[in-house]
C-alpha cells in the first residue's frame, strides 16, 4: 500500500471496528428511500482494495455524507448491508457483474446519477450531488 492510502487505511478500520447501533433500524428495500435518502450502492467482491478504499473515503466525510442524506449500501459478493434487496436483485438492476466493482449514486427521485468503476472521490461524489436541484433547494441555494 503506498503511503498516502495509509490515513484512509486507519480511517476504514478505525470504522469498521466501531459497534453498530443496538437498535439499528430493520433494512428496507431502496424503492422505500425514494424521496427520503440518496442511495450510493459499492459493488464489490471480498478483498477488493477497491472496497477498502472507498469505505475509506467514506469513513473520512461522515458528516457530509449524513447531511446530504447518503444512505450506503454495499453488496459484497453475496451479502447485502443496507436495504432488503438482495444481491442479484441489484446486480440485475443495475447490470454489475458478480465480479466487478463498480459504485452507483441514486438520486432521491430514483434515477441513476453518477456510476464509477473506480473510488469515487468525496469531491466528485459531493459536486454531483450538490449540483442536483432537489439538493439546492435542501440547501436553499
Do not use: C
Request: proline letters at 8%; charged letters at 25%; glycine letters at 6%.
Amino acid at each position: 500500500m503506498s503511503p498516502s492510502l495509509w490515513p484512509i487505511a486507519i480511517i476504514a478500520l478505525a470504522a469498521a471496528l466501531l459497534p453498530e447501533p443496538a437498535l439499528s433500524e430493520p433494512p428496507v428495500p431502496i424503492a422505500a428511500l425514494r424521496w427520503k435518502m440518496r442511495p450510493l450502492l459499492v459493488f464489490a467482491t471480498a478483498g477488493d482494495p477497491r472496497l477498502s478504499d472507498q469505505r475509506g473515503i467514506l469513513a473520512a466525510e461522515r458528516g457530509a455524507v449524513a447531511e446530504r442524506d447518503l444512505k450506503i449500501i454495499e453488496i459484497v459478493d453475496t451479502e447485502v448491508h443496507g436495504t432488503a434487496d438482495t444481491a442479484a436483485t441489484l446486480r440485475d438492476r443495475y447490470e454489475v457483474a458478480a465480479d466487478s466493482f463498480m459504485v452507483v449514486l441514486i438520486g432521491k427521485d430514483g434515477g441513476e446519477k453518477l456510476r464509477s468503476a473506480q473510488p469515487i472521490t468525496a469531491e466528485r461524489l459531493f459536486a454531483t450531488i450538490d449540483a442536483m436541484p432537489m439538493r439546492q433547494s435542501e440547501t436553499g441555494r
